[in-house]
């Protein structure tokens, strides 16, 4: 009878009790911070949405590509003034149809063409200076005629005529080759050396004209004129020399070795032996 006794009052009691209710979800300050944290997301997805229109907005995003930058099929095209903050890589750079293209820097403008090892060429136009970098350097017209040469070995000027317009003119401290030296009409043509001699070669002779004035040579010392196997011709209505030394009569005179010019009539000179009376006499083997 006991254990009968004891299972009705095990039964009795859980009868009594009911069942159990669990409560499952986020309740209390726990569900107001989610709900802040939500309302928070979406306000900052709200203002990344209008940063993003906004930015679209005024750089001017198209289809065809951003605000001046436009994407074509023969590749950028950029429309007003550009601003690079680093190197730029192009295989060409040109302006728009009759528009020019201007390259503009706060210190230099640079230009290398590099090969493989080294820069093989360069272009560089500072504030003080534009400096070329090369093994040539040509300088052409706009029918491809060149003007202006320089390498390691000669300077060449291909123009017609070449001036020089500086005051003190040009200074050439070696040779120089030229086959016409002239002046600007109505001005002075001027060949100086100031502390060495001057010398004009050529194998076929040398021509000093003036057309429109007079030609002086002058030297502090001796002024020579020398033809080794030609003749010196002096070609002119009047020949003057005002300077020559006059000679004192002496009894003696005879004694010294004086001598007379002679001229014969193709306009030669010679000496003859000075006496009382004029001694010029033809010579056959002189004015022949």
């Not at 302006?95 to 290398?112: E, F």
């Not at 300088?139 to 017609?160: P, T």
Request: glycine share 8%.
């Amino acid at each position: 009878m006991m254990p009968q006794e004891q299972y009705t009052n095990r039964d009795t009691m859980h009868s009594s009790e009911g069942p159990h209710i669990y409560k499952v979800g986020i309740y209390g300050w726990r569900k107001r911070c989610l709900y802040f944290f939500v309302l928070l997301l979406m306000i900052l997805i709200l203002v990344n949405l209008a940063m993003t229109i906004w930015i679209l907005k005024v750089m001017n995003f198209t289809i065809d590509g951003m605000g001046n930058l436009r994407i074509t099929e023969k590749g950028l095209r950029l429309e007003g003034d550009s601003e690079f903050l680093k190197p730029l890589y192009a295989k060409e750079i040109r302006s728009r149809p009759r528009n020019p293209l201007y390259l503009q820097s706060a210190r230099n403008v640079t230009v290398n063409i590099l090969n493989e090892t080294k820069v093989v060429t360069r272009l560089v136009a500072g504030s003080r200076a534009i400096e070329a970098c090369g093994k040539r350097f040509e300088v052409k017209s706009n029918s491809g005629k060149l003007l202006f040469s320089a390498d390691d070995n000669e300077v060449v000027v291909g123009a017609e005529r070449l001036r020089v317009l500086g005051a003190e003119g040009t200074v050439f401290p070696k040779s120089i080759e030229t086959p016409h030296v002239r002046a600007d009409p109505f001005k002075e043509l001027r060949l100086e050396s100031p502390t060495r001699s001057l010398v004009m070669e050529a194998p076929k002779g040398v021509e000093i004209n003036a057309e429109a004035g007079s030609l002086e040579a002058m030297c502090r010392t001796d002024l020579r004129l020398e033809s080794k196997d030609g003749e010196i011709k002096l070609d002119a209505a009047k020949i003057k020399l005002p300077r020559l030394p006059r000679g004192l009569y002496s009894s003696t005179g005879s004694r010294q070795k004086v001598f007379e010019i002679c001229v014969c009539p193709n306009g030669r000179l010679f000496l003859s032996q000075a006496g009382a009376g004029s001694t010029c006499q033809i010579n056959t083997s002189v004015c022949s």
